[in-house]
Nanobody, 115 residues
Framework: QAQLVESGGGLVQPGGSLTLSCVGS????????MSWYRQSPGKERELVAT????????NYGDFVRGRFNISRDNAKSTVYLQMNELESEDTAVYYC????????WGQGTQVTVSS
């Protein structure tokens, strides 16, 4: 059974950094494109970043403005989201998603940016 488990969320001050991790199991992780999404209360879920296969091409939401970096380690079946210069507007639940013919979602990890 396919599963994605996110971790690394928490409380961080504005201007700080966090790295989220998402570990996949039960499917061929290396053959799936991987994305991070986020959702704040009262807002629609939005795309944060995607990393494609096999090229490793990445793309980001406009709001990222060079602050985040998505990467993957296929040997560990893990995708990462390094987030820098965090702002209060980045507060959300962050989800990872595996994309091929099927799609799988993780359960999410809360990121709160507050002083």
């Amino acid at each position: 059974q396919a599963q994605l488990v996110e971790s690394g969320g928490g409380l961080v001050q504005p201007g700080g950094s966090l790295t989220l991790s998402c570990v996949g199991s039960g499917f061929d992780f290396a053959s799936f494109a991987m994305s991070w999404y986020r959702q704040s209360p009262g807002k629609e879920r939005e795309l944060v970043a995607t990393i494609s296969v096999p090229s490793g091409y990445t793309n980001y939401g406009d709001f990222v403005r060079g602050r985040f970096n998505i990467s993957r380690d296929n040997a560990k079946s893990t995708v990462y989201l390094q987030m820098n210069e965090l702002e209060s507007e980045d507060t959300a639940v962050y989800y990872c998603k595996a994309i091929k013919r099927q799609t799988y979602w993780g359960q999410g990890t809360q990121v709160t940016v507050s002083s």
